[in-house]
Structures are given as structure tokens and as C-alpha cells.
């Protein structure tokens, strides 16, 4: 399911003195299937974005059409909610159900399926971001720690199969083996289902590691739009990119084999079949 943004302008608080324009000419086309990582500086307009790709907020200027619909027409809302499945930054204060099963499974009711379908699409969304059906469905969402509450609400937007998935920030606050999985998560998702995935993250390696693009926003405006599978190891397409060790390695091998390295070695796995390789071959010319 594609998104496009044409020349979209957002101000939250309107008619207040705090006025804030949060999105300002900013125009975008995300296909269908693709993974974008939304970056950039606090304050920079991400939230906003995500809330707009989700039709939860409607531009004030230009225009968003998800899936081919403009979102400020009437009745796009109740489309769009069955479509797209949106995880907020907070995502913990939006659980209000009893149990956690019940929680994941509030998005199904009314959709004609019978108890026993409810409960196998709640036992697969919970595996999915490695919540144990079993250990996990009877206990009250309230008392779960911050990754697990975060989890609980990734599996309710997974739970109607989605076809846009909008994440804002998903793997603050996971421990490092439940972020690695849900990076793979989103990669499976979208090759099983060809759903668009659009994440906000300030983690660049992730992003790296699992999005297709990098949109960076500043001051609410696109500051650059990149194909991560055609990122220079010299990676010059933002100077305010953060850094990772990855890249900073990188930059020490550009240094040393200036314009030897290929696009796309910003991904670890693909960094370390570049370097196999090339060891391979020197060991294979000493012998
Ligand atoms: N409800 C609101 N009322 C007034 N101003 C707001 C509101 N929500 C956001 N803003 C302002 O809009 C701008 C963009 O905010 P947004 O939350 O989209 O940024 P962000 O990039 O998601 O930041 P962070 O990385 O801190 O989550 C900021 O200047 C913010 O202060
Ligand atoms: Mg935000």
C-alpha cells in the first residue's frame, strides 16, 4: 500500500500562542512494499509525519493519499483504519484491556471471526514479537515491563495483517535481542505480505539493517532521501548523520582503498562478505 505526500504543511495548536509548524513542504512517494526509516534531529517533525502517513492527523496544506486515498475525504478514517496498523511513540499508554489476549484481540472484534480465529491471530501476532502465548495472554497489560507493554502493542497492530505499518520509535526501550528481532520481524513481514513499512527510529544501524530508504527530516522539511542499498561507504548524504561504528569503520577502509568500496557495505552482513572475500582472495594469492 503506497503513501504520497504533495507538498504537505502541518501546525499543531493552530489557534494557540504555542503555534508549531511541525511539516512543512514536504513532499514524498513511498511504493507499495517498501521499508522507510524516518530519522532525524527531536523535534524535527517525525511523529507528525507518521501521524499523517496514517491519516490520524490531515494536512493543512498539500495533500496525503494512502493507498490511492486522500486522506481529508470524509470517511477516509474508517478506511484507513482497516488498512494501516499504527504503533505510537508511547505505545504503553494506549493498552487499556484487562489481559493482555484481550488487548491484541480488541482490534478484531466486530470483524465476524469466531472466538477460536481471534485467538489463533492473537497467539500468532504475540509470537511474532516473541511474546509466549501461554506465558503471556491471561496477564493484565499494566503489569508488563516497558519492552514487554511495547511488544503488546506492536502484536495489536500486527494482529488485523496490516497492509501500511506505521512504528513510531518500536525498538526504544527493547533489549538487544528483542530489537535484533524485531528488525527481522519487519523484514519477514513485508517479504510473507509486501506490506509498507514505515518506521521512526533514531537508531541508524537498524534503520540500515532493515529499511530500504532513509528519509531525514529538519525543522519538519525533507533534508535527504536515500536508498541505503546505494549508500557510499563515504556515506556524504547528511552531514548531520549520526554515526555508527560500522560507518566509522567504513570511513577508515575509504580512507585506505579510496574508491574500492562498493554501495551497500553499510549493512553488517554485507560489510563482512565484502571482507571475507577479499580476504579469501589475498589468502588464496600467498598460497
Ligand atoms: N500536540 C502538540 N502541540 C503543539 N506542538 C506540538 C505538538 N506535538 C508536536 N508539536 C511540535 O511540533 C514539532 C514536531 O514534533 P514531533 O513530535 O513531530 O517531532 P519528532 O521529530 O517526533 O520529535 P522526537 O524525536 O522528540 O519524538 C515540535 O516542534 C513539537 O514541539
Ligand atoms: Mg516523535
Not at 537508531?203 to 530508504?213: I, V
Request: with cysteine; net charge positive; proline share 5%.
Amino acid at each position: 500500500m503506497g503513501i504520497r505526500f504533495q507538498n504537505v504543511s502541518f501546525t499543531h495548536a493552530k489557534r494557540s500562542s504555542v503555534r508549531q509548524s511541525a511539516v512543512s513542504r514536504f513532499s514524498l512517494d513511498v511504493p507499495d512494499g517498501q521499508i522507510v526509516a524516518v530519522m532525524g534531529p527531536s523535534g524535527s517533525g517525525k511523529s507528525t509525519l507518521g501521524q499523517l502517513a496514517g491519516g490520524l492527523l490531515v494536512p493543512d496544506g498539500g495533500t496525503v493519499w494512502v493507498d490511492g486515498v486522500d486522506t481529508r475525504k470524509r470517511g477516509s478514517r474508517r478506511i484507513l483504519l482497516q488498512k494501516v496498523g499504527y504503533v505510537a511513540q508511547f505505545p504503553e499508554h494506549q493498552l487499556f484491556e484487562a489481559t493482555v489476549a484481550q488487548d491484541i484481540g480488541f482490534g478484531l472484534r466486530g470483524s465476524g471471526m469466531t472466538e477460536r480465529e481471534v485467538a489463533d491471530r492473537v497467539k500468532r501476532a504475540m509470537e511474532s514479537v516473541g511474546l509466549p502465548y501461554e506465558r503471556y495472554r491471561e496477564r493484565s497489560p499494566f503489569r508488563l515491563s516497558g519492552g514487554e507493554k511495547r511488544r503488546v502493542a506492536i502484536a495489536g497492530a500486527l494482529v488485523r495483517n496490516p497492509s501500511l505499518l506505521i512504528l513510531d520509535e518500536p525498538t526504544v526501550g527493547l533489549d538487544p535481542a528483542v530489537r535484533l528481532q524485531l528488525l527481522d520481524l519487519l523484514k519477514r513481514i513485508r517479504a510473507e505480505n509486501g506490506i509498507t513499512v514505515v518506521t521512526i527510529t533514531h537508531d541508524l544501524q537498524g534503520a540500515l539493517e532493515c529499511a530500504d530508504r532513509l528519509v531525514f527530516l529538519e525543522n519538519g522539511e525533507l533534508a535527504a532521501d536515500v536508498r541505503t542499498a546505494e549508500l557510499s561507504p563515504a556515506c556524504k548524504i547528511a552531514s548531520s548523520l549520526p554515526s555508527t561504528p560500522l560507518i566509522r569503520l567504513l570511513k577508515e577502509f575509504e580512507d585506505v582503498f579510496p574508491g574500492q568500496l562498493p554501495p551497500g557495505l553499510v549493512r553488517e552482513q554485507a560489510l563482512l562478505d565484502f571482507i571475507s572475500k577479499r580476504l579469501m582472495r589475498a589468502k588464496g594469492r600467498s598460497v
